[in-house]
């Protein structure tokens, strides 16, 4: 995906560097991230649509909903995910709206 290697590219700085070209890079990089879709997990809707989340770790996406506390059989709030065993073992840190569904043809 070329956004995601030009927001690679631009997270790609120099710790050191004296002019703050890097915190300037690493802005770009978020902002190209935000119109890429992909926002902070902290900002997920935490309701039952259903969303997509990337979790860093192993590098997956999954499409999850939120379960809250008081219908969880363990008391705490958690996202699920379809498939497996349900419960997201992951820890997301982006999520993003489905895409739209395809228009039905007659």
């Known amino acids: 995906d070329t956004i995601a290697k ?12 004296p002019w703050h070209v890097c915190d300037a ?11 890429d879709g992909w926002r902070p997990i902290e900002t997920a809707p935490k309701t039952s649509q259903s969303l997509l989340v990337w ?3 192993y590098k997956n ?8 506390a008081e219908v969880s059989m363990t ?3 958690f996202w699920a995910h379809f498939g497996g065993n349900g419960c997201l073992m992951e820890k997301p840190t982006h ?7 395809p228009q039905e043809t007659p």
């Open 75 to 77: 008391g705490r709030p």
């Open 6 to 17: 030009v927001i690679e590219d631009l997270r790609d700085t120099d710790p050191d560097d």
């Open 61 to 68: 996406v999954y499409v999850v909903t939120w379960v809250m």
């Open 55 to 57: 979790c860093p770790e």
């Open 25 to 35: 890079r690493r802005a770009w990089a978020d902002r190209l991230a935000a119109l």
């Open 95 to 101: 999520w993003m709206p489905l895409p739209t569904p």
